[in-house]
């Protein structure tokens, strides 16, 4: 971002552990606020509970649930269970070090890899133009994994650009702008038309021909960006995600009378009793990647996903969002089981050990216990909370005169760096 004119870091959304977010007042930021942290940040990563930001200067700040701060930092990958930070001017050069966040970056890694110097040098190259940044290691013959072993070879016929981890999934986009796929598929998330798992990277064939610039992946949904700036978009729509008519955001929540699967595979769910009379389509899973159109037939150069939400950067410097504004427990008729499996599935699987220990001391008032929680985050940027099912503007950064250039999104929080329009 060097020698661009004058910017700053917003961020909007889940703050309940005392991240830098916004003015961190109460549990939510539902207007973009500047980031409390420094305005030469230049990397933003974001977990469930903490986010670590990377400055110009090379220094990691942790924020959130842990706190800590380190030195000769280039980039560093953030998740509920592993830290990983590329560091440079250690013994040995050049490592990749994997932290438990728990640790605040003191002590010893927890696992430590010595990169070789050809591939700094690859990396550096690549990242001159936004990609080659983790969880793909510089080189790109391998990726961060949240669990043993940390670190995941990829064959190098797939000449990796980009990767992206789902809650269960990985995306890759290779040099050749294809889009490859694989891991956990329950939600359709991995884009090859069925909901079963992949073991190994499986070309996404109904996007070839159709050359990718970038890849995002969410909980369990996943959007690309074309080299002409179109979008697709696939996955769990459970929230709206996907920015097609979802149940859960249904005013009138009515029994379901019928299931089944659209032509093109995406699986539907009707209700009766529209306000037309004709039962009205609610898409639960759209398994095949499907092109969605921005308001005004807007470019789209970033993309980033939340656990349930969506965002995209236009080509000129609009910020869209849309997907789950809701905090995790908003329906009092919930069951103590579905309770269970909203918070473990929202926080990434991360607190099953948590979860596991609490339930019998629960089991009775678990309902109850959860539901006092604040349930409203503003993780969208539209001044409140509600969820949508459509790109909406922010219009924030349109008042402010601001032109968005990049987006991050944490599982319940979204980070903005924009900088001021010029005059004309």
């Not at 706190?67 to 560091?87: F, H, P, T």
Request: charged share 20%; proline share 6%; aromatic share 8%.
């Amino acid at each position: 971002m060097a020698g661009e004119r004058p910017g700053a870091w917003f961020g909007f959304g889940f703050c309940g552990f005392g991240q830098a977010l916004g003015s961190g007042r109460g549990r939510q930021v539902r207007n973009p606020e500047p980031l409390r942290a420094g305005v030469d940040v230049c990397r933003v990563s974001a977990s469930w509970s903490y986010t670590a930001f990377v400055t110009r200067a090379g220094r990691l700040e942790l924020s959130g649930s842990t706190n800590g701060a380190a030195e000769d930092c280039r980039d560093a990958w953030a998740s509920e269970g592993l830290l990983v930070v590329i560091r440079t001017g250690t013994e040995s050069g050049t490592e990749l070090q994997a932290w438990t966040p728990g640790s605040a970056l003191r002590g010893a890694p927890l696992w430590t890899q010595k990169l070789a110097p050809e591939a700094e040098v690859e990396d550096q190259a690549r990242d001159e133009s936004g990609a080659g940044s983790l969880p793909l290691l510089p080189g790109a013959c391998a990726y961060v994994s949240p669990q043993p072993p940390f670190s995941r070879t990829l064959v190098p016929e797939l000449q990796a650009r980009r990767l992206e981890l789902g809650a269960e999934h990985v995306l890759l986009l290779c040099a050749a702008g294809q889009v490859f796929s694989w891991g956990g598929g329950r939600h359709g998330q991995l884009g090859h038309g069925t909901l079963e798992a992949e073991l190994e990277p499986r070309l996404l064939e109904a996007l070839q021909g159709l050359p990718m610039a970038e890849v995002a992946a969410g909980g369990w949904h996943s959007v690309c960006v074309s080299e002409t700036g179109d979008i697709y978009i696939w996955g769990w729509n459970e929230s709206g995600q996907l920015a097609l008519p979802a149940r859960n955001l249904a005013e009138d929540k009515k029994i379901f009378t019928e299931e089944g699967l659209n032509e093109d595979g995406s699986e539907v769910n009707r209700i009766s009793g529209a306000e037309d009379g004709a039962p009205a389509p609610f898409i639960a899973v759209q398994p095949f990647p499907a092109l969605l159109d921005l308001p005004l037939g807007s470019d789209v150069v970033k993309a980033s996903c939340g656990s349930r939400h969506t965002a995209v950067v236009t080509r000129t410097g609009e910020l869209y969002t849309w997907g789950w504004d809701l905090g995790t427990l908003q329906r009092m008729s919930t069951t103590n089981r579905e309770i269970v499996d909203d918070i473990r599935t929202d926080r990434l699987g991360s607190y099953d050990i948590f979860l596991s220990a609490m339930l019998p001391r629960l089991a009775l008032n678990l309902r109850s216990y959860f539901i006092s929680l604040p349930g409203k985050y503003g993780q969208l940027g539209h001044k409140d909370s509600t969820s949508v099912d459509q790109p909406c503007l922010v219009e924030y950064f349109v008042e402010k005169q601001l032109q968005v250039k990049t987006v991050t999104c944490g599982p319940w929080n979204t980070y903005v760096y924009a900088v001021e329009k010029e005059k004309t």
